[in-house]
């Protein structure tokens, strides 16, 4: 069993959106507007659809904290759609609407699948005929509720010196400066990538490519099409030992990579150099290993082994190796098109163009936060699994006792 786990449930469109985190310790100090801060950036970046312009999000807390600290109880949260008001009749938990329908197609029923969406795969697995019944879980809106349980696993990793961000690297063939990926990156370097992209409006820290990225989705507006692209996520301070070699599924890599895919729209995952690596030498590539009285070690400084490269991304065995996690993330472009591909009818079988539902024109962005929730969840089950505690006090001292069998090993 995992030390730290969620679930989400609701629809795109229903009442509201609900997350159950169950593991924090206690006496972890969380309040909704933390948790809103993230939200709020989820639901930033140039290229979003008009859903963000009637959303707010917002999180109310409705189990697991006292007097704003955690319990050690399960946390539930609970988020609002705001757009549940235009939608009660056709998302009734209980009554269907009475005819005339207000919105779908034949009767009612959403029965023109997207190509690239789990419409039609999702309708012949559950045997559904009104493609509604799946859109409105497959939805991308359900991260929301992800994003604000990772901002309560960002609160208890600050509290031992863990820092995770993200940025954008590319948008369509738009990509960031050479300069800035790649070779030893240091924390410092990496936090200044991550404050550089949170004031760009497509959040690259990138000034001349962020311009171009701007040009570029505006052009696909134009044109009725989609974009792609690729973050990356970084996690900095996080100390050796996390994962582990023994089981495939213990491995922390393999944990990130299937934590990133699990997102929406993303085809593809990076650990460091990743694709890049197979380019190269073994001895152009592996990070050589170095020992100092004044290396970095967890974020601390001591006496340790250190490494000059991260080209593994941190991670080495599916164990950390104490360098920075990085990860990149690879994202398709949105599948609804306000010009569509074509389809077939699910009831008529009849040749037709796919449905348009409102979309993003690139959500590439918001992906990034989203990245940096489930790289955060992941993380933290990782750490509760290393230090335990049912305490925050119990998990300090945990962790304190290795940082300081690392200083001395």
Request: glycine share 12%; hydrophobic share 40%; net charge positive.
């Amino acid at each position: 069993m995992p030390s730290l786990r969620f679930l989400t449930a609701g629809e795109s469109h229903g009442k509201a959106l609900i997350g159950i985190l169950e593991g924090i310790p206690s006496g972890l100090h969380i309040s909704a507007q933390d948790i809103d801060r993230d939200l709020k950036r989820r639901q930033s970046g140039y290229g979003r659809g008009a859903r963000m312009k009637i959303e707010s999000d917002h999180v109310e807390i409705i189990s697991g904290t006292r007097w704003g600290k955690t319990i050690g109880s399960p946390i539930a949260l609970s988020m609002e759609n705001k757009d549940w008001k235009n939608w009660k009749d056709i998302m009734s938990p209980s009554n269907p609407p009475l005819p005339p329908f207000s919105k779908g197609g034949l009767g009612g029923f959403v029965t023109r699948p997207r190509p690239g969406h789990a419409d039609l795969a999702g309708a012949i697995k559950y045997s559904q005929y009104d493609l509604r019944n799946i859109l409105e879980r497959s939805s991308a809106r359900e991260t929301a509720v992800r994003v604000a349980l990772g901002a309560i696993a960002k609160e208890f990793l600050s509290e031992f010196g863990i820092k995770i961000g993200s940025y954008v690297v590319q948008i369509g063939k738009v990509e960031i400066h050479s300069s800035m990926l790649g070779g030893p990156i240091s924390e410092k370097e990496l936090l200044s990538l991550f404050e550089k992209a949170e004031k760009s409006p497509v959040r690259c820290p990138d000034k001349v490519a962020s311009k171009k990225m701007i040009k570029l989705i505006d052009k696909v507006t134009r044109e009725g099409n989609s974009l792609g692209g690729i973050f990356e996520v970084f996690a900095t301070g996080v100390p050796i030992g996390l994962g582990s070699y023994i089981q495939w599924d213990k491995r922390l890599d393999g944990r990130l990579a299937q934590a990133l895919m699990s997102i929406q729209a993303i085809k593809g995952v990076e650990v460091g150099l990743g694709f890049r690596m197979a380019r190269h030498f073994g001895s152009e590539v592996m990070d050589e290993i170095f020992y100092s009285q004044g290396s970095r070690v967890s974020g601390q400084l001591s006496k340790g082994f250190y490494r000059k490269t991260n080209n593994a991304g941190g991670i080495e065995g599916g164990i950390t190796n104490g360098m920075p996690i990085i990860i990149s993330a690879a994202m398709k472009p949105i599948p609804t098109l306000k010009k569509p591909l074509l389809s077939v009818n699910v009831i008529t079988k009849e040749p037709v163009e796919a449905i348009y539902e409102r979309s993003d024109i690139c959500a590439v962005p918001a992906a990034g936060v989203i990245g940096e929730a489930m790289v955060t969840l992941v993380i933290a089950d990782a750490f509760l699994e290393k230090f335990g505690g049912d305490s925050i006090n119990e998990t300090k001292r945990n962790y304190d006792s290795y940082i300081d069998y690392i200083r001395k090993f």
